[in-house]
């Protein structure tokens, strides 16, 4: 089975960081894209950013881009997302998410959320003063 967990979120004033962790379990990050998502209350879940099976290929959501960054630690097993300059409208729960069919590499965007497979619980992150 593919498994992941997610962690690191928190409440944070605008213009601070937060670093999601996406721990993998079950199957390496190296096999599958892993993408992050998020869902603001009332708000349909929106896809922040994601990576690649490769590693080579990233893509993010207009409005995480210069400030979000997605990497991936193969020896923990685990991807993050570093979030810097949050604003009040970054608010909203985190969800990692694994995906099977390898299209990140291959697009200019990531995948909607309907072609990634397994999700984890979710984190939840809280901008504001």
């Known amino acids: 089975q593919l498994h992941v967990v997610e962690s690191g979120g928190g409440l944070v004033q605008p213009g601070g960081s937060l670093r999601l962790s996406c721990t993998a379990s079950?199957?390496?990050?190296?096999?599958?894209?892993i993408g992050w998502f998020r869902q603001a209350p009332g708000k349909e879940r929106e896809g922040v950013s994601c990576?690649?099976?490769?590693?080579?290929?990233?893509h993010y959501v207009d409005s995480a881009k210069g400030r979000f960054t997605i990497s991936r630690d193969n020896a923990k097993n685990t991807v993050y997302l570093q979030m810097n300059s949050l604003k009040v409208e970054d608010t909203g729960n985190y969800y990692c998410?694994?995906?099977?069919?390898?299209?990140?590499?291959?697009?200019?965007?990531?995948?909607?959320?309907?072609?990634?497979?397994?999700w984890g619980q979710g984190t939840q992150v809280t901008v504001s003063s």
């Open positions: 998410a694994v995906s099977q069919y390898g299209l990140v590499g291959r697009t200019s965007a990531c995948p909607v959320a309907a072609y990634f497979d397994s």
């Open positions: 990576i690649s099976r490769s590693g080579g290929t990233t």
């Open positions: 079950g199957f390496t990050v190296n096999s599958y894209d």
